[in-house]
């Protein structure tokens, strides 16, 4: 069974961070790309980080780079998604998904696999 488990949620100040994490399970994790996206009340899924587990490439969407960074450790099947200079514009509900094929399947498209999602609010 296929499983994408989100942690690292929560409540916090315009200017901090989170640390989003997401535990793969149920595929062959160095196979795929892993990413987020995330989705706010009354607005589109929105794309937002993606990283190739076999050679590391990254993608940010332009409304993230420079303040997010992805990551991945390959040993725990987990990636991680660090969040700094929060804004309160980044408040949304955020899902890891993993997708077989391309990180512009998984951030454009629609990926193979997501989680329930973890929320995320900025407060001013």
């Known amino acids: 069974e296929v499983q994408l488990v989100e942690s690292g949620g929560g409540l916090v100040q315009a200017g901090g961070s989170l640390r989003l994490s997401c535990a793969a399970s149920?595929?062959?994790?160095?196979?795929?790309?892993i990413g987020w996206f995330r989705q706010a009340p009354g607005k589109e899924r929105e794309g937002i980080s993606c990283i190739s587990i076999s050679d590391g490439m990254t993608y940010y969407a332009d409304s993230v780079k420079g303040r997010f960074t992805i990551s991945s450790d390959n040993a725990k099947n987990t990636v991680y998604l660090q969040m700094n200079m929060l804004k309160p514009e980044d408040t949304a509900v955020y899902y890891c998904?993993?997708?077989?094929?391309?990180?512009?399947?998984?951030?454009?498209?629609?990926?193979?696999?997501w989680g329930q999602g973890t929320q995320v609010t900025v407060s001013t």
């Open positions: 998904a993993a997708d077989s094929i391309s990180c512009q399947v998984l951030t454009v498209v629609y990926p193979d696999y």
């Open positions: 149920g595929f062959t994790f160095d196979d795929y790309y």
